[in-house]
């Protein structure tokens, strides 16, 4: 993966190093440590430097970003992709219900890394595969990959910290019945069940703080669609937090076997909205219901607003 970033700094700027002034650019600590690496990635009007070298009002700073390797044990497959968006620094993806993230024993060639590798090796193109916003197996919707180390050092930043450029994820979820209060926010720590390598419960002992902001859209056959905002990004939270309100998803079959309507957990990444780290550019996505959740509001289509 190559690329290349070229900073001009203005007039008005007071004389600062290299690594400060990428900073506060976002570029994370890591992000350095990296460019480090490579004698020629950081070089100032044309001319390698250090990163203790000092830039000038006007100056021109160049990283070069170049990555040989390509995930190991990654094996491409010719899988179908939703690319919603891409650039030279990310890429949007709307991942169908069924497909896991990343490999694992029981799922090694039917991964969205598995089609991400074989999409880049079509184009010759080296490739690590960086998921900044993980996704279950059984949930559709948004996520977002990084092409190169820096964008994904500032997205994996922007995703840990509450800014105004942080990342917003915006889900839809189906229930049984009407929820009551209608809106709200639910904050229940988060911890591995004990017995179990997979379940997560609410542990107020032990857990990891956890926040997820919830409202009704609407409420059809039975069910409400509730539009889900996440504070934090636990395990399995959005699953855990709504059963712990009294409104398990329907079709989760580790917190909720209930089959009737959809054979899978009820939940769409449906919004990701987030300023590009490296253009500064604000971005929204949206990704349409996926048809197994649309149909069980009936005959009349759910309203999202």
Partial sequence: MERTLTYTLDNSISPLPVNHFLKQKGFSSQNLVQLKKDPTAVQANGIPCFMNHILQP??????????????????????????????????????????????????????????????????????????????????????????????????STMIANKTSSSITREYLAIVKGSVLPSEGTITAPLGRKEGSIIERCVDFEKGESAVTHYRVLDEKNG?????????????????????????????????????????????????????????????????????DMAKVAGDTPWSIS
């Avoid at 991400?116 to 948004?142: E, H, K, M």
């Avoid at 990444?269 to 590009?276: D, G, M, Q």
Wanted: proline fraction near 7%; charged fraction near 20%.
């Fill in 223 to 291: 069910h409400s669609l509730v539009s889900l905002i996440l504070e934090t990004g636990r395990t399995h939270q959005i699953r855990i937090h709504m059963k712990y309100l009294g409104y398990p998803l329907i079709g989760d079959y580790l917190y909720n076997p209930d089959m009737e309507h959809i054979q899978r957990q009820a939940l769409h990444a449906w919004k990701l909205s987030f300023v590009h780290p490296i253009t500064g550019e604000k971005m929204q996505f949206t990704a349409p219901l996926p048809e």
């Fill in 58 to 155: 006007g100056d021109t700073l160049t990283l070069h970003i170049h990555e040989e390797h390509s995930s190991e044990k990654i094996p491409p497959v010719e899988l179908p992709l939703d690319i919603i968006y891409e650039d030279e620094d990310l890429m949007v993806i709307n991942k169908p219900a069924g497909m896991p993230i990343h490999p694992s024993m029981n799922n090694y060639y039917n991964s969205l890394a598995n089609g991400l590798a074989y999409y880049f090796a079509q184009q010759n193109c080296p490739f690590v595969f960086r998921c900044i916003n993980r996704l279950d197996r059984d949930t559709s919707g948004l996520t977002i990959i990084a092409k190169h180390y820096v964008s994904a050092g500032m997205l």
